[in-house]
């Protein structure tokens, strides 16, 4: 008998109604049978056939994303035929049922962000509170919105994609090319359930230096403060 080729599906609760599902199985895959997968949307009591999309994850030799036309509250199911996937090896998957449920719009808020700014190439990420990016796209006409944000605070990064290649880049010093750009909107935005927020950015209006939010500061001023007293105590003693 074949080893079987196992397989994970993420998110494993709700979507959102802009996410995808990816399938990740513990083998970088060699084969896939299309005509052994099957995709339904629930409509009353019935399961009917829906159009989808399974594609390979970008950079993953292991992994597939499940693309669909996801509609708020709606419930949809993924199945797959026993051998449907082999993997490099010759591991087989074993069959894959997956119900999905897609979370109703009202848990949710949205943000736009119009930019007052002369530059073009602004791309604009939503932090968390540990400066983490949450969501990020490029700014169209000077404008950024998001759909489908969870209830919380967020907090706003922009840098100026200069040479469109889609992330934020450094500088060289052997070229003494300098970094991109790289702007903070100065406090966090607090949205709720059922909010939508337009907000205005005059994002050169606060000198560079005073933008970012304390609390998504790493170095807080007080700690600073702090080593820079050590280092003097240390150079004292010298």
Not at 81 to 109: H, L, M, Q, T
Not at 158 to 172: E, M, Q, R, V
Not at 197 to 208: K, T
Request: aromatic share 10%.
């Amino acid at each position: 008998l074949r080893e079987e080729l196992v397989c994970q599906v993420k998110p494993s609760s709700q979507i959102a109604p802009n996410q995808n599902v990816t399938l990740t199985f513990d083998e970088p895959i060699a084969e896939m049978d299309s005509s052994a997968f099957h995709f339904y949307k629930k409509k009353d009591t019935l399961w009917i056939e829906e159009p989808y999309l399974l594609l390979p994850t970008e950079n993953s030799m292991r992994s597939y994303t499940l693309y669909a036309e996801w509609q708020p509250g709606e419930k949809y199911k993924f199945e797959a035929d026993s051998n449907a996937v082999r993997s490099i090896i010759g591991k087989v998957s074993a069959p894959i049922k997956k119900e999905i449920s897609v979370s109703p719009e009202d848990v949710f808020g949205s943000l736009f962000i119009k930019l007052i700014l002369p530059d073009t190439g602004a791309v604009v990420q939503l932090l968390d509170n540990s400066d983490k990016v949450i969501r990020e796209t490029k700014a169209v006409d000077n404008r950024a919105d998001f759909y489908y944000l969870q209830p919380k605070d967020y907090y706003i990064r922009l840098y100026i994609d200069k040479n469109g290649d889609g992330k934020w880049t450094t500088g060289t010093y052997e070229s003494g090319t300098q970094p991109e750009e790289v702007f903070y909107f100065p406090k966090p935005i607090t949205l709720k359930a059922l909010w939508e927020i337009e907000q205005d950015w005059n994002v050169r209006g606060i000198p560079i230096e005073k933008q970012k939010p304390e609390a998504i500061t790493k170095q807080k001023p007080e700690a600073e403060k702090k080593i820079k007293q050590r280092n003097a105590e240390r150079n004292k003693n010298r």
